[in-house]
């Protein structure tokens, strides 16, 4: 468009779910089109000369620049690190109460099954003495045993909205812990249902169920300290050099 092109080599690649790279959509092109058609005119216009825009500019430009110096020197030395697991443990620890639930938790494992029939068959295994695990790893070594399940979760922590359908989240409150559960109709299929561990709102929970949280605080406290001492550093380095126009008691520095 005009003196502007778009190649090939300009675009950004996207893939689709099997890894080939999609075709040039008419959406893009027309996007460029409209981008370039715009910043042209703002061009004829001298939108970019204006004083006001140079000082958006100058200030994007500093944010970019302090983001990417805050990225290097701060955050992402402290982000690759790591946090050890005693430094987690201890952290849970201290917080007290802090970590205290605020809705009620279940510790579960299930299988979803699409007959009935399957899902009976499994219980009853189980039931027999038959390690779950076992048990389900004998069903999906079949394919026809394989195709019958649609979904499974080991040692997962559930909260009412996160097990779903509302039947199979009452079945995990009502249901005595390891037993196996009779075949709950769902409009998805028949669960199976096993529950490891329940919680109350209000209760602490197990240090791994809130593990990412307190790690995701103790790297929100390493890097506002990492930050603190990098001002420091740059402070000592520095003169600050602060006028006051209102006051004639001269310059205040630090």
Same mark, same amino acid.
């Given at each position: ?9 300009? =675009?950004?690649?996207?893939?689709? *779910? ?5 075709? $040039? ?14 910043? %042209? ?26 983001? @990417? $110096? ?24 201290? &917080? ?10 279940? %510790? ?6 699409? +007959?009935?029939?399957?899902? *009976?068959? #499994? ?22 045993? &394989?195709?019958?399940?649609? /979904?499974?979760?080991? !040692? ?16 995990? /409150? ?18 199976? $249902?096993?529950? !490891?561990? *329940? #919680?109350? %709102?209000?209760?602490?929970?197990? =240090? ?12 929100? +406290? @390493?890097? /506002? ?9 740059? /402070?000592?380095? !520095? ?16």
């Amino acid at each position: 468009m005009n003196n502007a092109v778009l190649t090939q080599e300009d =675009l950004v690649v996207t893939r689709d *779910s099997l890894g080939a790279p999609t075709a $040039l959509s008419k959406e893009y092109v027309n996007e460029w089109i409209v981008t370039e058609l715009l910043f %042209q005119e703002a061009e004829r216009r001298g939108v970019p000369d204006a004083p006001a825009f140079q000082a958006q500019l100058e200030n994007t430009r500093k944010r970019l620049a302090v983001a @990417a $110096l805050l990225q290097q020197e701060v955050y992402g030395a402290v982000d690759t690190a790591g946090i050890p697991d005693e430094a987690i443990a201890a952290a849970f620890t201290a &917080a007290g109460d802090a970590y205290a639930l605020r809705e009620d938790v279940v %510790q579960a494992t299930l299988v979803l099954f699409r +007959d009935r029939e399957a899902a *009976s068959s #499994f219980r009853t295994t189980v039931l027999k003495g038959t390690a779950w695990d076992e048990a389900l790893r004998r069903v999906i070594a079949t394919p026809s045993g &394989a195709s019958q399940i649609v /979904r499974t979760a080991d !040692h997962r922590y559930f909260t009412r909205t996160t097990l779903y359908p509302e039947e199979l989240w009452r079945l995990a /409150r009502s249901l005595p812990r390891e037993e196996v559960s009779f075949p709950l109709r769902a409009a998805d299929g028949y669960y199976i $249902l096993r529950v !490891h561990q *329940s #919680f109350r %709102q209000g209760e602490l929970p197990p =240090l791994d169920y809130v593990r990412a949280e307190v790690r995701e605080h103790l790297l929100m +406290d @390493a890097r /506002r300290q990492k930050y603190d001492d990098f001002i420091r550093t740059l /402070r000592e380095r !520095h003169t600050v050099d602060i006028r006051d126009a209102a006051a004639d008691s001269g310059a205040v520095q630090e």
